[in-house]
């Protein structure tokens, strides 16, 4: 069964930082292509980042430059850090992978950013 964990959200200043976590459950997790979601109040779940299993990364135009995707296989966790945050990155953020060809998510953390 996969589960998954975000943590580290909360209140910060625009300008700042926060590093969102996501612990995995799971064998699957170092095979894995996993990704990081947000949804901001009142809009669609929009995707953020993605890290390969080999570390491959990509970002969403919006985030790039300011947030770095990381993965450590041997803890079964991702990181987001994100760094520079607007009010628009005000969101609850999810992680989700793709296993055995279902979308599993976790329940979010969410992120604040005050301006």
């Known amino acids: 069964q996969v589960q998954l964990v975000e943590s580290g959200g909360g209140l910060v200043q625009a300008g700042g930082s926060l590093r969102l976590s996501c612990a995995a459950s799971?064998?699957?997790?170092?095979?894995?292509?996993m990704r990081w979601y947000r949804q901001a109040p009142g809009m669609q779940r929009e995707w953020v980042a993605l890290i390969s299993s080999g570390g491959t990364t990509n970002y969403a135009d919006s985030v790039k430059g300011r947030f770095i995707i990381s993965r450590d296989n041997a803890k079964s966790t991702m990181y987001l850090q994100m760094n520079s945050l607007k009010a628009e990155d005000t969101a609850v953020y999810y992680c989700?992978?793709?296993?055995?060809?279902?979308?599993?998510w976790g329940k979010g953390t969410l992120v604040t950013v005050s301006s």
């Open positions: 799971g064998s699957f997790f170092r095979f894995n292509i």
């Open positions: 989700n992978t793709i296993v055995d060809g279902l979308s599993s």
